[in-house]
């Protein structure tokens, strides 16, 4: 690579890791802090190893990239010297990568294990990136088995863990970044029990964590806090102040900057107005919701929350709305479409995508082909507890499907079905 040459290899694992030229700079300081040396990069010396204009690193600096990115720097794109025989070392496991969360499926729990042992004295970027790594093991776990107490204790850990890091903060960027995954841990549990339909515990975790993405000054986290917001509003049948807190969510400013976002505050609303009764304003808000999604950017990174939301989700939602004002032909259609494109993966919202389904075939008289498709939510969360938002989903199935069939058979085989399963979860 000579001095005129870009260092994409670089570029590449600092875009996979979501640094700017800053953030990699304070990362690489706060490795060779604790380490005992004094940490002089700069955004600068970072854009010379970008462009080439610095070939080689210092030692110390290699070191720390080294174990930062698990990589050799010739593996980063880096060059020694010609003529000069340097022995290839052999990386650190990368920190940018390490999970802090050891999760297991069933009905075992979640716990939280050491990250690392902080320097007394700083933390840096390199420790808010290791922390903020275990959001995404929390968001594969609620994936597969929905929201549930293990889950929920193992986010306010690392809230807490987050908050008592303040002290040791190398800056007030640093400071505010904890405050931000703080604010989404908090935000997590409080998902967690929103759909374990714990509406105590979920109100008080919200509070908190509007809280805490205020002090980080997140508006990505003030829309995530906000559409849970709503959601809490709809469980509680506050539906006014489910639309209330779903317009809150447009407000905020990452709606602007983010069509998906935008997209997600509209979709939250519409839900709102249907379940109010406001046909025009509830599709009005449904095709808002449409119109940003098309104009949002797929591969724009994004936090792992809000991976669940995309077409697939949005056509779940259309199916919700569309079955409150009463076109339950509308809304079989929508939960066909988002069943087929919800990721397998996504197991509790692919039952509440079937439950949906089988809910609108029953509201169009189709009885036996309603059981049918009810039936098969269970299959999705098998060796899964089904969570408390999918049984009362499955709860307002049955209460329908008594009213509508009191007498039919299938209606009773399909009642001693969902005792059965609700006493295993």
Same mark, same amino acid.
């Given at each position: 690579?000579?001095?005129?040459?870009?260092?994409?290899?670089?570029?590449?694992?600092?875009?996979?890791?979501?640094?700017?030229?800053?953030?990699?700079?304070?990362?690489?300081?706060?490795?060779?802090?604790?380490?005992?040396?004094?940490?002089?990069?700069?955004?600068?010396?970072?854009?010379?190893?970008?462009?080439?204009?610095?070939?080689?690193?210092?030692?110390?600096?290699?070191?720390?990239?080294?174990?930062?990115?698990?990589?050799?720097?010739?593996?980063?794109?880096?060059?020694?010297?010609?003529?000069?025989?340097?022995?290839?070392?052999?990386?650190?496991?990368?920190?940018?990568?390490?999970?802090?969360?050891?999760? @297991?499926?069933?009905?075992?729990?979640?716990?939280?294990?050491?990250?690392?042992?902080?320097?007394?004295?700083?933390?840096?970027?390199?420790?808010?990136?290791?922390?903020?790594?275990?959001?995404?093991?929390?968001? #594969?776990?609620?994936?597969?088995?929905?929201?549930?107490?293990?889950?929920?204790?193992?986010?306010?850990?690392?809230?807490?863990?987050?908050?008592?890091?303040?002290?040791?903060?190398?800056?007030?960027?640093?400071?505010?970044?904890?405050?931000?995954?703080?604010?989404?841990?908090?935000?997590?549990?409080?998902?967690?029990?929103?759909?374990?339909?714990?509406?105590?515990?979920?109100?008080?975790?919200?509070?908190?964590?509007?809280?805490?993405?205020?002090?980080?000054?997140?508006?990505?986290?003030?829309?995530?806090?906000?559409?849970?917001?709503?959601?809490?509003?709809?469980?509680?049948?506050?539906?006014?102040?489910?639309?209330?807190?779903?317009?809150?969510?447009?407000?905020?400013?990452?709606?602007?900057?983010?069509?998906?976002?935008?997209?997600?505050?509209?979709?939250?609303?519409?839900?709102?107005?249907?379940?109010?009764?406001?046909?025009? @304003?509830?599709?009005?808000?449904?095709?808002?919701?449409?119109?940003?999604?098309?104009?949002?950017?797929?591969?724009?990174?994004?936090?792992?929350?809000?991976?669940?939301?995309?077409?697939?989700?949005?056509?779940?939602?259309?199916?919700?709305?569309?079955?409150?004002?009463?076109?339950?032909?509308?809304?079989?259609?929508?939960?066909?479409?988002?069943?087929?494109?919800?990721?397998?993966?996504?197991?509790?919202?692919?039952?509440?995508?079937?439950?949906?389904?089988?809910?609108?075939?029953?509201?169009?008289?189709?009885? !036996?082909?309603?059981?049918? #498709?009810?039936?098969?939510?269970?299959?999705?969360?098998?060796?899964?507890?089904?969570?408390?938002?999918?049984?009362?989903?499955?709860?307002?199935?049955?209460?329908?499907?008594? #009213?509508?069939?009191?007498?039919?058979?299938?209606?009773? !085989?399909?009642?001693?079905?969902?005792?059965?399963?609700?006493?295993?979860?």
């Amino acid at each position: 690579m000579d001095g005129t040459q870009l260092n994409q290899r670089l570029q590449e694992h600092m875009t996979e890791a979501g640094l700017t030229q800053t953030e990699l700079a304070d990362a690489v300081n706060g490795y060779l802090t604790a380490a005992g040396h004094q940490g002089t990069v700069s955004d600068r010396t970072v854009r010379h190893w970008l462009t080439g204009k610095t070939r080689w690193p210092h030692p110390r600096q290699r070191a720390a990239l080294g174990a930062l990115f698990g990589c050799t720097a010739e593996e980063l794109g880096f060059a020694p010297p010609a003529g000069r025989h340097t022995p290839t070392s052999t990386p650190e496991p990368p920190v940018l990568r390490r999970n802090f969360l050891t999760a @297991t499926t069933g009905t075992t729990a979640a716990a939280t294990v050491p990250l690392f042992a902080p320097c007394p004295h700083i933390v840096g970027t390199t420790d808010v990136i290791r922390l903020r790594t275990g959001l995404d093991t929390l968001m #594969t776990l609620d994936d597969r088995r929905g929201g549930h107490e293990a889950l929920e204790r193992a986010a306010l850990n690392s809230s807490r863990q987050a908050l008592d890091m303040q002290e040791q903060a190398a800056s007030q960027r640093v400071r505010q970044r904890l405050f931000s995954i703080a604010a989404d841990y908090t935000a997590t549990a409080a998902w967690s029990a929103i759909d374990a339909r714990l509406v105590g515990r979920a109100q008080q975790h919200l509070d908190r964590a509007l809280y805490l993405a205020g002090m980080a000054k997140d508006p990505v986290a003030e829309l995530r806090v906000w559409n849970s917001y709503a959601m809490l509003a709809h469980q509680n049948r506050e539906y006014t102040k489910a639309v209330d807190a779903a317009q809150a969510a447009q407000a905020c400013g990452i709606t602007r900057r983010d069509p998906l976002f935008d997209s997600l505050a509209h979709a939250r609303t519409a839900i709102g107005h249907a379940t109010r009764g406001d046909r025009q @304003t509830a599709l009005r808000s449904l095709g808002y919701a449409h119109e940003a999604l098309r104009k949002a950017e797929r591969d724009v990174p994004r936090p792992s929350w809000v991976a669940f939301y995309g077409p697939a989700e949005l056509s779940a939602i259309t199916a919700i709305v569309r079955d409150r004002i009463g076109d339950s032909a509308a809304a079989e259609a929508a939960s066909h479409r988002a069943l087929a494109s919800i990721p397998a993966q996504f197991h509790r919202n692919r039952a509440l995508a079937t439950t949906r389904l089988a809910l609108a075939q029953l509201h169009q008289g189709d009885i !036996e082909q309603a059981c049918a #498709t009810a039936s098969a939510a269970f299959d999705h969360m098998a060796g899964y507890p089904i969570p408390g938002r999918l049984r009362s989903l499955l709860g307002d199935f049955y209460r329908d499907l008594i #009213t509508l069939a009191p007498d039919a058979g299938i209606a009773r !085989e399909w009642g001693d079905r969902f005792r059965t399963e609700w006493s295993r979860s």
